[in-house]
């Protein structure tokens, strides 16, 4: 794993679209001493998180917020 700067881009599987991170995480050699899982989250503002455990990675309290946004977006679009 390469420490430090982490700078990251993913394109779309069904399109040519492709994005950059908004921010910039950092990964130190302390942040993944003794950890088995590296979790990266990408969310709809182009955002992005790490998240590094000894379990399969949980849920982030930002991706919980996207996805309470995003059910409240399509129950409003359902009842009209």
């Not at 492709?18 to 989250?41: C, G, M, Q, R």
Request: aromatic share 6%; glycine share 4%.
């Amino acid at each position: 794993m390469i420490t430090g700067t982490q700078y990251i881009k993913w394109g779309e599987g069904n399109s040519s679209k492709k994005h950059i991170a908004t921010n910039v995480p950092t990964l130190t050699n302390e942040n993944l001493k003794d950890k088995k899982y590296l979790a990266v989250h990408i969310y709809p503002d182009d955002s992005v998180e790490i998240n590094l455990s000894n379990e399969l990675p949980d849920a982030t309290e930002k991706g919980l917020e996207w996805r309470a946004k995003i059910i409240d977006e399509l129950k409003v679009k359902e009842e009209k």
